[in-house]
């Protein structure tokens, strides 16, 4: 006895071709053998699912099964379960697919469709500004195009910011949609950047520390010059004044940020024994002179050596 294909849907018998429609997708989704691999009960149930839509979605072939509770071809009846094996599932399944889903496919093909497409730019390219050359393909109506396209990418861009190129989009016959270029700024092996700010350390030796004196500060935009007060502490901040990267927004758009410069006292793993002679002689010299650092930090020992 052969299953009621409305039952089959989950339909009544006065259904309409568009709930038919909505039946079989919902359906034929459920059952599909990609979203269930290997199991052979929800492959039976996907091709009588398609079985019953192709069947009640045919006009001519509703009203014999609505008349006779079966379909007849050349005068012998048809079906997938215990009748004749003539029916080939495999291409109703195809066709059956190609018919329902080309609806949505036309619908896709009219609409105008705005397309998404990164491009990776260093942080020194971000802080002059630069031009990306990008290739991507484009849908124009039922085929693709492929573009090459020149993209300026401005000073001060950071990661995340969508550049929009307008009427570079998917092309269908209600318009044209935009590309919109989004950038990622990649990291720097020296440079760190905060918004429009960069910092950097700068690694001095002892004797610069102590002498001070005119250091180069390699920037964004090339090498600058800063002068080093005597006596310099490890971790000082400076300041140099529009080295940073241009804002694109808010009430300071346009001005550039500033370039953070800490200063770490770079000290070498080993020395020479003739060096560390050296270093010892200085020591003794440079611990005559009283800082008021020195002082609290000998007065704060006072009271501990005292107890003990």
């Known amino acids: 006895m052969q299953p009621d294909l409305y ?6 018998r006065g259904a ?23 199991d052979a009960q929800a492959e039976r149930r996907f091709k009588e699912v398609t ?20 379909v007849f071809s050349e005068g012998r009846s048809q079906g997938p379960w215990g009748v004749s094996d003539e029916v080939d599932l495999g291409e109703m399944v195809g066709q059956v697919f190609k018919d329902l889903f080309r609806g949505r496919r036309q619908k896709a093909a009219k609409r105008r469709r705005d397309l998404r497409y990164t491009v990776t730019i260093t ?11 990008i290739e991507f393909e484009r849908p124009e109506g039922d085929s693709r195009v492929r573009e ?37 700024v990649s990291e720097h092996s020296f440079f760190k ?3 429009a700010d960069v910092f950097c350390d700068l690694p001095l030796s002892y004797s610069q520390a102590m002498l001070g004196g005119e250091v180069t500060v390699p920037t964004l935009h090339g090498p600058a010059v800063i002068r080093l007060p005597a006596g310099t502490q490890p971790g000082s ?22 370039q953070y410069v800490c200063v770490v006292l770079d000290m070498p ?14 020591d003794g010299e440079l611990g005559v002179a009283r800082t008021p650092l020195r002082e609290a930090f000998e007065q704060a020992l006072r009271p501990a050596e005292e107890s003990g």
């Open 193 to 195: 950047r905060r918004a």
């Open 16 to 38: 309409s071709p568009e709930a038919l429609k909505k039946a079989f997708r919902k359906q034929a989704l459920r059952f599909h053998p990609d979203r269930n691999p290997d």
């Open 123 to 133: 942080l020194a390219e971000a802080a002059v500004g630069t031009t990306k050359t």
């Open 148 to 184: 090459k396209l020149a993209v300026k990418v401005p000073a001060g861009v950071d990661t995340g910011q969508k550049l929009k190129v307008s009427g570079k989009g998917g092309t269908g016959t209600r318009g044209t949609g935009d590309l919109y270029v989004v950038v990622n």
């Open 7 to 12: 039952q089959v849907l989950g339909v009544d």
């Open 51 to 70: 079985y019953a839509y192709s069947i009640l979605s045919d006009p001519a072939k509703k009203v014999q099964y609505d008349r006779f509770g079966r």
């Open 269 to 282: 793993s080993s020395v020479s024994d003739a060096a560390a002679d050296l270093l010892q002689r200085l």
């Open 237 to 258: 901040v400076l300041t140099l004044k529009g080295k940073g990267l241009r804002r694109l927004s808010g009430p300071q758009a346009g001005r550039p940020g500033d």
